[in-house]
């Protein structure tokens, strides 16, 4: 998350500067640059212009790489009945095991659990998935493909 906002951050900044820079190219090239030439000077000036834009675009691209780099799974917890027993009087946690990170959360209104930002690749492989209530167990325990 903080990444996200970092990076959205340095993209606006990056699309500020470049067009005030461009906007004002003269005021720099006569206050900043008075050595050079008006030729030089404006050579700079899209040259930085051009490293800025060049900026604001990886950071673009990155956030969308960034952002398809996880996904959500939702997990609903229901009655052996059918999958229309909703169970809303128990306490308890639905636990994934993702290689080394093992997430326990509590079981939510109409048996929801949510798992956010889980590693793509886990998409379409099976993990551990687990119960923690009491009287209740997975009614199909190899069923826990991630999709």
Same mark, same amino acid.
């Given at each position: ?5 970092? $990076? ?34 404006y050579?700079?000036l ?20 960034n952002?398809?780099? =996880? ?10 009945? =059918? ?26 209104? @109409? ?5 956010? $930002?889980?590693? @793509? ?22 069923? =826990?493909?991630?999709?």
């Open positions: 998350m903080f990444l996200t906002i970092l $990076e959205i951050t340095i993209t606006i900044v990056s699309v500020v500067v470049g067009i005030l820079s461009w906007r004002s190219k003269e005021k720099i090239r006569q206050r900043v640059l008075p050595t050079l030439t008006k030729k030089q000077a050579n700079w899209t040259l930085f212009t051009l490293l800025l834009w060049s900026l604001a675009i990886v950071m673009i691209v990155l956030f969308f790489y952002s398809k780099r =996880s996904f959500n799974q939702t997990v609903f917890v229901h009655g052996s009945e =059918s999958r229309q027993q909703i169970i809303d009087d128990v306490i308890g946690h639905v636990i994934i095991d993702l290689d080394n990170d093992r997430r326990r959360l509590l079981i939510g209104e @109409n048996g929801k659990t949510d798992f956010n $930002e889980i590693p @793509n690749k886990f998409k379409g492989k099976n993990v551990e998935l687990s119960v923690d209530m009491p009287g209740y167990c997975l009614a199909i325990p190899d069923a =826990s493909t991630l999709s």
